[in-house]
């Protein structure tokens, strides 16, 4: 049994985006079950110990009991062995954003990730907001090498387009030439898209929160307005 998948296209922790988070507890089995949180993409301007604060603060609000930072920050940290049991065993791991080169390359091949696979494959709910969910799917933009990267794979042949009703609309042009044959996936800030639409094979995705999601196929947008349902398979 997989869990879910949650992602969510930045400014979070504030306004509608306590519809999906919401969601993502319920998810991940209520209000005490274990949220763990990775502030891994807010190290590199050393601002990770605030964004775990603020994102431990976020849960709290909710109503969730059971939420901490785990301190991965960099490769070393990324494969140390208490953390890498923590994440096993947590129901809703959260990647925040920031520096998304950075964290895609300290998680990959990793016993992080590899951690977070075998939760996730054992039912947990893996999210990530902005950085967090780009490194998600099987391509990620890195907009500081101005390069497509591979990402952790759980969405296959899927790159995320975060902050798209501001700036990240402005990627879908190039990362259609990049990634011609990949599903771009732009997410409006303060919304998130969970598969929680329909049973396993999971190909049912709702929209959550405040804004839009565009999904460009060949450079060809649809859009789904917040409380939309779509059966969606990204495979090439």
């Not at 988070?21 to 949180?37: E, K, M, S, V, W």
């Not at 490194?135 to 759980?154: E, I, S």
């Not at 947008?221 to 779509?230: K, R």
Request: net charge negative; aromatic share 8%.
């Amino acid at each position: 049994m997989t869990g879910f998948l949650v992602l969510e296209g930045g400014a979070e922790f504030g306004g509608r985006m306590s519809e999906p988070d919401q969601r993502a507890i319920t998810l991940a089995g209520g209000l005490d079950a274990p949220i763990r949180i990775l502030p891994t993409a807010a190290a590199p301007d050393n601002n990770h110990q605030r964004a775990g604060s603020n994102g431990v603060r976020w849960f709290r609000h909710l109503g969730a009991t059971n939420v901490e930072v785990l301190p991965i920050i960099d490769a070393k940290s990324a494969n140390d062995p208490t953390l890498v049991e923590e994440l096993k065993h947590a129901r809703l791991i959260y990647m925040l954003g920031g520096f998304t080169g950075y964290l895609g390359e300290t998680l990959a091949d990793s016993a992080s990730t590899q951690a977070m696979l075998t939760a996730y494959e054992q039912g947990a709910v893996i999210a990530g907001s902005s950085a967090g969910a780009m490194v998600m799917c099987q391509h990620y933009y890195d907009p500081g090498k101005r390069r497509v990267m591979p990402g952790l794979g759980f969405v296959p042949n899927t790159c995320v387009l975060p902050h798209h009703n501001t700036f990240g609309k402005n990627w879908a042009q190039q990362l259609t030439t990049f990634l011609p044959n990949a599903v771009l996936l732009g997410i409006d800030e303060r919304t998130g898209l969970i598969d929680d639409a329909s049973d396993t094979p999971k190909t049912g995705w709702h929209v959550y929160g405040q804004g839009d999601i565009t999904i460009y196929r060949h450079g060809v947008p649809t859009l789904y307005h917040s409380g939309h349902s779509f059966n969606a398979t990204f495979h090439a």
